[in-house]
């Protein structure tokens, strides 16, 4: 971690664990303890796919809530503080400063996640004494929803780089729930007759990120075990959506004056 | 003489104002300038001027409309010239999540060096600014005195060259002020360039081999302070004490300001040996005469005057 993007991801790390991001963790920890003694009283059988799916569901949600709400302040708090003014006297590039904010915040969501992992293998431990073999999909389905929270990292990042904070939450938040429904929009496009309509439909499935794939939560859940060409495919489409958006948002940020 | 340490060419930016209708708003008119190795060089001007706007350009933090620059021959566009630059910007906030130590550790991390180099590096800049006790306290915590001095450590925690500071006595108090004059000072005995920009032109004078003079945007002299001011003599100062039961003399009474005990007057030169006379002729005590001449802050001030009376010519504010 000596290069420049390192040190930058190093110390955006500290920052967030410095403003007490992850006291998160201590609402997703009371959450599965409670949840772990009510499923206990109210359900037979069932009470490990509750835990699961309770557990990689806030997972999910704190991860995104932590993504966009940092994500869209890496860049605009730095300049609104001024901060950046003495880091980019220093021989560091704009795309270096970018790389290392996206790759500090990512680290902070990593550490984040791995911890509400433990939690959730704790509170699934207590409620059925065991862990099987199918577990293994809960870990899949973690892993796809930190490629995920990368993508929305990478997002949120792109649009700080241009738009006020709030303005950066509308977009990354309006393209997430685009993501979610992208395969929707192409079936839409698939029935229309209009051709613009079609082609309208077809650039936006391709342009948009397409986070369906990424939930395995139900198949982890139901301990279906998942394919390995889908891990696969989903980093690779990952790896490759995050670096072409923080092309994008080195384009827009190297030209852009500081005020 | 040898490369210039900056060299500044025809450096042109013009904001975009307004929200519907853009208009283009000229911050900096075509500057050129240099600055040669080893100068401690003053960057005055009233506010919006067009100092923090020159800095900011040669940091690459804004983007020039037209000319260049280049730091020890390198274009400011190159990011190798930022080894050898070090910078201090206005009114500087750090992350205040860090300690003093902390914060010059990460910025000498960006140099690459390794562990206990850093650790040498910061402990030394840190007893170089007088904050060797304040290392671990969180900035939070900082005076904007010790926040200041924490930003000139951090703009010469890689023994840069040439040291750009903006405004570095801005809002400080008297003791602040005079430990970042020495710090200047120590810079300049070590060889360093040092280009500060300034408002306080007392601390220009006392610190400055050479300034430049800026105002709407565009350079109105450079010089030594000496020098860009005229040597002309303005008037001549008087300090004296009237015996007790004595009068003033008539020709003075309507000038002579009273001060304590003591009174001071001024005169045109060619006045001086008549005054002197009445003096005399009514027994005062001379304490002191001294010729005055225009200052820097006097020559600034008429270069505002001017500038004001030529964008509002009297005849226009009538109308």
Redesign the interface.
């Known amino acids: 971690m000596?290069t420049?993007p390192g040190?930058v991801a190093i110390?955006t790390f500290?920052?967030a664990v410095?403003?007490r991001v992850l006291y998160n963790l201590i609402f997703f920890a009371l959450m599965m303890i409670s949840a772990s003694i009510l499923v206990g009283e109210i359900s037979i059988g069932i009470s490990r796919l509750v835990i699961i799916n309770l557990g990689l569901s806030a997972i999910s949600i704190f991860g995104l809530i932590m993504a966009i709400f940092i994500g869209v302040g890496l860049v605009s708090k730095e300049i609104e503080?001024?901060?950046?003014?003495?880091?980019?006297?220093?021989?560091?590039?704009r795309w270096e400063f970018l790389v290392g904010k996206f790759g500090g915040l990512l680290l902070t969501l990593t550490v984040n996640t791995a911890l509400m992992t433990l939690g959730l293998a704790a509170a699934l431990f207590y409620v059925s004494g065991n862990f099987l073999r199918a577990d293994v999909s809960i870990l899949v389905a973690v892993y796809f929803i930190l490629l995920e929270l990368a993508l929305v990292t990478a997002l949120a990042l792109f649009f700080s780089c241009f738009s006020s904070p709030m303005l950066s939450t509308l977009f990354t938040l309006g393209i997430y729930v685009a993501g979610i429904f992208s395969k929707d929009i192409r079936d839409i496009g698939i029935l229309t007759l209009n051709p613009v309509m079609q082609a309208a439909a077809r650039v936006l499935y391709y342009v948009l990120p397409n986070f369906h794939n990424f939930n395995a939560i139900t198949a982890a859940a139901h301990g279906e075990s998942i394919p390995v060409s889908l891990i696969w495919q989903n980093t690779a489409y990952a790896g490759l959506y995050v670096a072409l958006v923080l092309i994008g948002a080195s384009a827009v940020f190297s030209?852009r004056?500081?005020? | 003489m040898g490369t210039p340490a900056i060299e500044i060419e025809g450096l042109t930016k013009d904001y975009a104002v307004g929200f519907w209708r853009k208009r283009m708003r000229r911050s900096l008119d075509n500057l050129t300038l240099q600055v040669q190795e080893g100068e401690a060089f003053g960057f005055l001007g009233p506010n919006g001027a067009g100092k923090t706007t020159t800095l900011k350009l040669l940091m690459s933090l804004i983007f020039p409309t037209a000319g260049t620059a280049r730091v020890r021959g390198r274009s400011i566009d190159n990011v190798r010239m930022h080894r050898e630059i070090g910078y201090l910007p206005e009114q500087p906030y750090f992350y205040d999540y860090l300690t003093a130590r902390e914060l010059l550790d990460y910025y000498a991390r960006l140099f690459g060096y390794p562990a206990i180099e850093r650790r040498q590096r910061v402990t030394r800049f840190l007893e170089h600014v007088g904050l060797a006790d304040a290392g671990d306290v969180q900035l939070r915590k900082f005076s904007k005195g010790m926040l200041q001095r924490v930003g000139i450590a951090q703009a010469i925690i890689h023994d840069p060259q040439v040291v750009f500071l903006d405004e570095p006595m801005s809002g400080l108090d008297p003791v602040g002020r005079r430990e970042v004059r020495d710090i200047i000072l120590d810079l300049k005995r070590q060889g360093r360039t040092v280009f500060f920009s300034t408002h306080i032109l007392s601390d220009a004078e006392m610190l400055c081999d050479r300034v430049a003079v800026l105002l709407g945007g565009k350079l109105q002299g450079v010089g030594a302070p000496g020098e860009i001011v005229s040597m002309e003599v303005y008037g001549m100062e008087i300090f004296f004490e009237m015996r007790a039961g004595s009068s003033l003399p008539t020709a003075l009474a309507g000038h002579a300001a009273r001060i304590g005990e003591r009174y001071r007057v001024e005169v045109q030169e060619e006045q001086l040996y008549s005054a002197l006379e009445q003096l005399r002729s009514c027994e005062a005590r001379i304490l002191s005469v001294t010729p005055r001449r225009p200052t820097l802050e006097d020559y600034f001030l008429k270069l505002v005057a001017r500038d004001k009376a030529a964008a509002h010519p009297a005849g226009e504010s009538a109308r």
């Open positions: 000596s420049i040190v110390n500290r920052e410095r403003d503080k001024r901060t950046l003014y003495t880091l980019l006297s220093k021989p560091v590039r030209g004056n500081l005020k």
